[in-house]
Structures are given as structure tokens and as C-alpha cells.
């Protein structure tokens, strides 16, 4: 069992920064792959980054790629989404999840066993 709890999330302005954790409960993180994704209202979930178990495979949607960096620290139990160069397309509810696999990443989301709660990322057009 991994219970998933995100913060960092807030207001930005197009063009701004801001960094959101995932903390993890339980021993085992550094055997789960880890993945955000968001859910912007009446759209579907979507992708937007993976991480590997071990940090040494990342994977992005492609309309983040070079504005968004994921990363995690195993030793700390979490995970981590860095996001730059904010648009206002970015504004959704973030989430992460875990995916009890050593080895490999995915964008699949039912791949993901564990959610958290969501963090609100609010960027105004």
C-alpha cells in the first residue's frame, strides 16, 4: 500500500515557476515507478511526466517537454515535477501516482495502482 500526497500547486502567472512534490508513505517507494498527470475541467486525464523506479528513465508528453523536469529523491520519498515557462494550458489539477514496477516507466494511467489527491495548478489566460 503507497498513499500519495501532493503540494506546491497554486496561482502562477504565464511565464512563472512552480515546483510540486508528491511524498509517499511506506518503505517501498524506490521499487514503484512514479508518473504526474492532469485533469483540466471538461477535458479527459492526461499524461505529462514518468519516472523510473530509480530515477534513470524519464518520459514526457511532449507538450512539456523542455519546460517541465521530473525527478525524485528515494531517500526522501519523493517525487518531484519542476515547471517552467507556465501557460496558461497548463492550468489543471495535478496529480501523481505510483505503478509497482522495478524496472521501466509508462503513460498509462490504469497502469498506475496508487493516486494522491490532487494539487490545483491555476495559471489565468
Known amino acids: 500500500q503507497v498513499q500519495l500526497v501532493e503540494s506546491g500547486g497554486g496561482l502562477a502567472q504565464a511565464g512563472d515557476s512552480l515546483r510540486l512534490s508528491c511524498a509517499a508513505s511506506?518503505?517501498?517507494?524506490?521499487?514503484?515507478?512514479m508518473g504526474w498527470f492532469r485533469q483540466a475541467p471538461g477535458k479527459e486525464r492526461e499524461f505529462v511526466a514518468a519516472?523510473?523506479?530509480?530515477?534513470?528513465?524519464?518520459y514526457y508528453a511532449d507538450f512539456v517537454k523542455g519546460r517541465f523536469t521530473i525527478s525524485r529523491d528515494n531517500a526522501k520519498n519523493t517525487m518531484y515535477l519542476q515547471m517552467n515557462s507556465l501557460k496558461s494550458e497548463d492550468a489543471a489539477i495535478y496529480y501523481c501516482?505510483?505503478?509497482?514496477?522495478?524496472?521501466?516507466?509508462?503513460?498509462?494511467?490504469?497502469?498506475?495502482?496508487?493516486w494522491g489527491q490532487g494539487t490545483q495548478v491555476t495559471v489565468p489566460s
Open positions: 511506506g518503505r517501498t517507494f524506490s521499487r514503484y515507478a
Open positions: 519516472i523510473s523506479a530509480n530515477g534513470g528513465r524519464k
Open positions: 501516482a505510483a505503478a509497482a514496477r522495478s524496472y521501466g516507466i509508462s503513460d498509462i494511467g490504469p497502469e498506475y495502482e496508487y
